[in-house]
Antibody, heavy 123, light 103 residues
Framework: QITLKESGPTLVKPTETLTLTCTFS??????????VGWIRQPPGKALEWLAL???????RYSPSLRSRLTITKDTSKNQVVLTMTNMDPVDTATYYC???????????????WGQGTLVTVSS | DLQMTQSPSTLSASVGDRVTITCRAS??????LAWYQQKPGKAPKLLIY???SLQSGVPSRFSGSASGTEFTLTISSLQPDDFATYYC?????FGQGTKLEIK
């Protein structure tokens, strides 16, 4: 079965760069149609879509956060890494990674999610 | 930029009620719309994709429909387990969420 798990720092300082790793199993990012994305959710607020990477190397970014985000994949390790620069207290949120696929789905719908990791931005 | 406007933000209902949540897209892009259910402290769960396709394992009391840029999620007969927050998503945009509360 497909599982995903987020890892990274729980606390970062303002202006620092956040690096989060999603480690997954049950599928391969070298397989046609597969993708992994990142979504975040500030405490008590709505979901916000961040970024996606696909098996073919194609990447998608949130238009409003594009300049601060980088998503990369390491197919051999079954990992996807998200970096977000210039962190601010408003970036405090639970960050989720999730699985998507383009075969039968839009390629943006997330059918499996990690448990999420809370990142707090504070000095 | 694509925006998804979801309504209502809060909905109070009773077990057995039929409820409808609406999501409107700012642009007419496609019928690729997904609905999620989220419970406190948990990751969202995919309910509906491509506006009306039921995700595997999701009860048939959940259904989705589309008309132009307006999408609806309907729960035909509310069960205790259905009280949660619901989100729509189209491409890189999520709605603001609808909290379904017990009346």
């Amino acid at each position: 079965q497909i599982t995903l798990k987020e890892s990274g720092p729980t606390l970062v300082k303002p202006t620092e760069t956040l690096t989060l790793t999603c480690t997954f199993s049950g599928f391969s990012l070298s397989t046609n149609g597969e993708g992994v994305g990142w979504i975040r959710q500030p405490p008590g607020k709505a979901l916000e879509w961040l970024a996606l990477t696909y098996w073919i190397g194609d990447k998608r970014y949130s238009p409003s956060l594009r300049s601060r985000l980088t998503i990369t994949k390491d197919t051999s390790k079954n990992q996807v890494v998200l970096t977000m620069t210039n962190m601010d207290p408003v970036d405090t949120a639970t960050y989720y990674c999730a699985h998507t696929q383009v075969n039968g789905y839009s390629g943006y719908d997330f059918d499996y999610w990690g448990q999420g990791t809370l990142v707090t931005v504070s000095s | 930029d694509l925006q998804m406007t979801q309504s209502p933000s809060t909905l109070s209902a009773s077990v057995g009620d039929r409820v409808t949540i609406t999501c409107r897209a700012s642009q007419s892009l496609s019928s690729w719309l997904a609905w999620y259910q989220q419970k406190p402290g948990k990751a969202p769960k995919l309910l509906i994709y491509k506006a009306s396709s039921l995700q595997s394992g999701v009860p048939s009391r959940f259904s989705g429909s589309a008309s132009g840029t307006e999408f609806t999620l309907t729960i035909s007969s509310l069960q205790p387990d259905d009280f949660a927050t619901y989100y729509c998503q189209q491409y890189h945009s999520f709605g603001q969420g609808t909290k379904l509360e017990i009346k």
